[in-house]
């Protein structure tokens, strides 16, 4: 059975840190693309950071590039999301995505 699992959300105050963990089971991630997603309330999802099939693909959404890195690391089978000097527009729901399937998300809250 195919499963992502996201975890490492919290409630941060402005200019904290998280990291976010996106880990598999069921299929490989060294073999795909993955996507880090978010969805803010009343608003679409978005995509914030991919890492290609090779690691050194890498995007990012204008407004996080340089405040978040994703990674992998395929011995665990995880892709981490590195966010630094977070923002309150940064809260929302984080979700990894592969090959189209989809994690339940994560809660990530930027709060003063």
């Known amino acids: 059975q195919v499963q992502l699992t996201e975890s490492g959300g919290g409630s941060v105050q402005p200019g904290q840190s998280l990291t976010l963990s996106c880990t598999a089971s069921?299929?490989?991630?060294?073999?795909?693309?993955i996507g880090w997603y978010r969805q803010a309330p009343g608003k679409e999802r978005e995509g914030v950071a991919c890492?290609?099939?090779?690691?050194?693909?890498?995007d990012y959404l204008p407004s996080v590039e340089g405040r978040f890195t994703v990674a992998r690391d395929s011995a665990k089978n995880t892709v981490y999301l590195q966010m630094d000097n977070l923002k309150l527009e940064d809260t929302a729901v984080y979700y990894c995505?592969?090959?189209?399937?989809w994690g339940q998300g994560t809660q990530v809250t930027v709060a003063s």
């Open positions: 069921g299929f490989s991630l060294a073999r795909y693309a």
């Open positions: 890492i290609g099939q090779r690691d050194r693909d890498l």
């Open positions: 995505g592969a090959d189209g399937f």
